[in-house]
DNA sequence: CGGCCCCGATGTCTTGCTTC
DNA sequence: GAAGCAAGACATCGGGGCCG
């Protein structure tokens, strides 16, 4: 399957010598460019003008993409790099291993020179705004996720916060993924809301224990009833489990919730096999019911399966519950 | 329309094998 | 033994389908 490809890394991924990764050293390639061509090691770096025109290195055309809506990955990974570069010769402490982690995630998330890898051209279906690639949810959201969030806490539909995005230039999601990326959102924004309170950096404000006692009332409303819709649900499990631990009855979910009634009340009418001196249409009745069971009997006979017919025969058209 | 569930795609991490 | 590679397991994402 989709296998990362990631095992060829950039000789630029290479840990320094600090980097404490205990299982692959790798060996740490010169990455500063022959002094004879003059080429600056880092990209913003200018070029030496005494040896090249300055219109070399300026850019050509459009960008496929604007910068900025990436800043989220992207602003960390520079800033780090940065980082990592300033302090490369002092032997920092700092955790490299983080370093190169937010490399990988930026390479992985942000878009390659030409904005489009192959897989990227399939899912840019539409016109406007970048390609919605995987992207972390995390409470540390960028200003796509942050707009997400606004907008769907002022209630606007989907399709128009899609839109917005796209409008701005930003993520083209799918209206369906809006709603996804906010109930993950709220998720995570739930999850830091808990840690907050419990190093007490956030507090419930007036006003919220009102709405807890509304929401609570309102889940209990909804909870009384999905009771009575899975009592409901009973009899007719009932119905069905009689049928199949006895084929010979068929009553429906009402019969058996009246008869079940009726026997907790001692009011329940009694059998035919109870009566003490039964008439001709009792005795009718017993029959009928004994010839029903042994026509059952002897359709069985004809099948070995017996398992068969006890897991299959009724369960197979058994309704969903 | 939006919530929920699910699936395919893809990234990340770990482990074992191969090569030098 | 170190480094690189391949493969599998797992995590996470976007988005399709269903349903209330």
Known sequence: ?????????????????????????????????PAEYDIPYFAHMQLNPARYPVTVGAP???????????????????????????SEEEDSESSEEEVVSLKRKALAI???????????????K????????????????????????QMKQARYQEKDIAQRLIDEGRTHYHPKTIGTR???????????????????????HEGDDEVLAEAIAKADAEVEKLKQEIAAKKWRMVADKMKSIKPVVNFSQNACRKRHEDLEAGTAKPTPES?????????????????KEEAI??????????QNLDNNAWTSRMRQY
Not at 129 to 143: E, F, I, N, Y
Not at 275 to 291: F, G, N, Y
Not at 300 to 306: G, M, P, V
């Open 110 to 124: 942000s878009p390659p020179h030409n904005g489009f890898s192959g897989s990227d051209y399939k899912k840019a």
């Open 275 to 291: 009566v003490p001196d039964p008439d001709d249409e009792v005795k009718a009745r017993i029959q009928s019911r004994l010839d």
């Open 60 to 86: 050509v055309g459009q960008p496929p993409f604007e910068p900025a809506p990436y800043g989220g990955h992207r602003a960390k990974k520079s800033m780090k790099e940065d980082a990592e570069d300033d």
């Open 126 to 149: 539409m016109a406007g705004g970048r390609p919605a690639l995987a992207k972390k949810v995390t409470a540390q959201m960028d200003s796509d996720d942050e707009l997400i969030v």
């Open 1 to 33: 399957m989709g296998r990362a490809s990631g095992t060829t890394k950039a000789p630029s991924e290479s840990p320094s010598p600090v980097t404490p990764q205990p299982k692959r050293k790798r060996v740490e390639k010169p990455r500063v460019a």
């Open 297 to 306: 009997k002897k359709a069985a006979r004809f099948t070995t399966h017996h």
């Open 182 to 204: 906010w109930a993950r959102l709220k998720k995570v924004m739930q999850v830091r809301n808990d840690e907050l309170l419990d190093q007490d950096l956030t507090d419930w």
